[in-house]
């Protein structure tokens, strides 16, 4: 949100070193850029305000294998506006001139379309794979959304360029999830038990 002072019939903005700000008065731009100070009329100023620091977008999505089982992905990916003028001429950043208050929520839109560009690529290549084999592929997920985001034209388009995709986890539902540890707890219980006896049995020699 823009910091508006008011004097009189007269608005003062002060921005910000991370927020890239445009004043158009009457069709034709007059200030645009990062940190920028100046006074203006409400009455015939047009002002949009574009975040151009680094976001973090958490993602949890589910998935299919390729054995139809079900998994949950989590992944993070990080994005900026790299060219705010044509993210202010394709969505709206306006502001209210009066107030300083975002009139819409354009990153709500850049969001989704992050989530549904980073979700195809990682749905196409687990529902390729058995279960087994899913739960131990982060790294090719993380290179397949990754690869998706950095050619992507559409975020080109409205001017947003993809810093990093990270996936956290790749985890199946909690009670398969249960399931397969047990052959491992099972596993370090044997071997616990016979650690156990081969004490007992040097005891009683």
Do not use: K
């Not at 069709?27 to 850029?33: C, F, I, L, N």
């Not at 949009?48 to 680094?54: G, I, L, M, Q, T």
């Not at 529902?127 to 034209?153: D, F, N, Q």
Request: no cysteine.
């Amino acid at each position: 949100m823009a910091d508006v002072t008011r004097r009189l019939f007269l608005r003062h903005l002060r921005g910000t070193p991370t927020n890239w700000v445009r004043l158009h008065v009457a069709g034709r731009v007059r200030r645009e850029g990062t940190g920028q100070s100046f006074w203006y009329r409400p009455l015939t100023a047009v002002l949009s305000e574009v975040p151009v620091d680094d976001r973090e977008l958490p993602l949890l999505f589910h998935a299919r294998t390729g054995d139809f089982a079900d998994i949950t992905v989590q992944a993070t990916v990080t994005y900026r506006v790299a060219d705010p003028a044509l993210a202010a001429a394709r969505l709206d950043f306006s502001v209210d001139p009066r107030t300083g208050r975002a009139r819409s929520r354009p990153l709500d839109q850049v969001a989704t379309l992050l989530a549904e560009l980073a979700q195809q690529p990682a749905l196409d290549l687990l529902a390729r794979v058995p279960l087994a084999e899913a739960l131990t592929t982060v790294a090719p997920v993380r290179e397949a959304v990754s690869a998706a985001l950095g050619t992507e034209p559409r975020l080109a388009d409205i001017g947003v360029a993809v810093v990093s995709a990270r996936v956290v986890a790749v985890r199946p539902e909690p009670e398969l999830e249960r399931a397969l540890q047990t052959p491992t707890r099972e596993a370090v219980q044997v071997q616990a038990d016979r650690a156990t006896y081969a004490r007992r049995a040097q005891a009683v020699e």
